[in-house]
């Protein structure tokens, strides 16, 4: 059975840092491109970051651009999102998702409030 | 970034009644390979996405036969054919043809009338 499950999600202060991890299961984790899509309380959905399987190439939405920085460890079959400089407008539940978007984990909320 | 429109985004249906959703393209999807990245998700309240269509018209795995899609190159339509109470949620386009970005459209909100 499939399973992504996110961790590392809380509140932060304006400014501040938080690393967002997925760890996968029931899957080859290497063998897929992963994503990263937010959704912010009441909105709709944002594809925010991805990287490609064998970790080559990796994508970021303007609103992530110098921000964000999106990892993957193989070994361990996780998806890493590093985010800083959070802003309020950051607020959201950021899900990790399997490539072809058939899978997507539980989500875990990023609240950035002082 | 390609944009993606739906209509309506509010969609009061009637227990037993069929509901449709229109998605709009802002360029056409179909990739090189001939194939068209068009998928429809279902949020329930509370809940993640989850996948109902994939390339327009392929349900997933246990996704209930009152549910289809159909269109082509700039057109989709998520089509229900009788409303249950379970169904209620937002449904969501997003092509996969033209990315990066993945891009979906703002959601439409299915509730009972």
């Known amino acids: 059975e499939v399973q992504l499950v996110e961790s590392g999600g809380g509140l932060v202060q304006p400014g501040g840092s938080l690393r967002l991890s997925c760890s996968a299961s029931g899957f080859t984790f290497s063998s897929y491109t992963m994503h990263w899509v937010r959704q912010a309380p009441g909105k709709g959905l944002e594809h925010v970051s991805a990287?490609?399987?064998?970790?080559?190439?990796?994508f970021y939405a303007d609103s992530a651009k110098g921000r964000f920085s999106i990892s993957r460890d193989d070994s361990k079959n996780t998806l890493y999102l590093q985010m800083s400089s959070l802003r309020a407008e950051d607020t959201a539940v950021y899900y990790c998702?399997?490539?072809?978007?058939?899978?997507w984990g539980q989500g875990t909320l990023v609240t950035v409030s002082s | 970034d390609v944009v993606m429109t739906q209509s309506p985004l509010s969609l009061p249906v009637s227990l037993g009644q069929p509901a449709s959703i229109s998605c709009r393209s802002s360029q056409s999807l179909v990739y090189s390979d001939g194939n068209t990245y068009l998928n429809w998700f279902q949020q329930r309240p509370g809940q993640s996405p989850r996948r109902l269509i994939y390339?327009?018209?392929n349900r997933d795995s246990g996704v209930p036969d009152r549910f289809s899609g159909s269109g082509s190159g700039t057109d989709f339509t998520l089509k229900i054919s009788r409303v249950e109470a379970e169904d209620v949620g937002v449904y969501y386009c997003?092509?996969?043809?033209?990315?990066?970005?993945?891009?979906f459209g703002q959601g439409t909100r299915l509730e009972i009338k």
């Open positions: 390339k327009v018209s």
């Open positions: 998702v399997r490539d072809g978007f058939d899978f």
């Open positions: 990287i490609r399987n064998n970790g080559g190439s990796t």
């Open positions: 997003m092509q996969g043809t033209h990315w990066p970005p993945i891009t």
